[in-house]
């Protein structure tokens, strides 16, 4: 499968985008091109190819995860010499109006989870983290197999569970 996204670019229409969410609308609209030039997070988009209607999007960044938040039975093969462990942050995800109901969700999340997975052969990344921003979003990911982090709110899929998905 390659990927359906593309990096966010100047010809993509972030003005039209409205998913119900006003941070994450204000996000794409407003600071996303500011957030991709100081490499603070990579953004990718699904548009609509006629129109470049933005359809969807996602950002990534690297993050890591305090050790002492993973849960045990998954910590307790990791090596003890690391006090956080290297993560790849999917900071935020969203699907236009128009097009949710669709499965693009899915689809969007699928292509950030094999961009991940990808990067992670060169850079170290032993999970993708999610923040979700609210129950809604939690439910969607809990539907994919992600597991919460104790103490945070954020829930995480670990890398290993990916690759099964690519391989």
């Known amino acids: 499968m390659s990927q359906i996204s593309e990096p966010l670019n100047s010809t993509h229409k972030k003005s039209d985008f409205s998913c119900g969410k006003e941070m994450l609308d204000t996000y794409i609209q407003k600071q996303a091109n500011q957030d991709v030039k100081r490499k603070l997070s990579a953004c990718f988009v699904i548009n609509e190819t006629e129109t470049n209607l ?3 999007y996602y950002t990534l960044s690297n993050n890591s995860v305090a050790s ?3 849960p045990g039975q998954i910590r307790k093969k990791l090596p003890r010499s690391y ?3 290297p993560t790849t942050l999917l900071g935020r995800l969203a699907i236009e109006d128009r097009f949710q109901g669709q499965g693009i969700g899915k689809l969007i999340l699928i292509d950030a989870l094999k961009r991940s997975y990808e990067i992670s052969k060169t850079i170290g990344s032993f999970a993708v983290v999610v923040d979700p921003i609210d129950q809604e ?3 969607f990911y809990n539907k994919y197999g992600f597991i919460k982090l104790p103490d945070s709110g954020k829930m995480f ?3 290993k ?3 099964q998905l690519f391989e």
Do not use: R, V
């Open 83 to 85: 006090e956080t462990i």
């Open 68 to 70: 002492e938040f993973i």
């Open 161 to 163: 569970t990916i690759s």
């Open 137 to 139: 979003a939690e439910n």
């Open 157 to 159: 899929l670990p890398m």
């Open 54 to 56: 933005i359809k969807g």
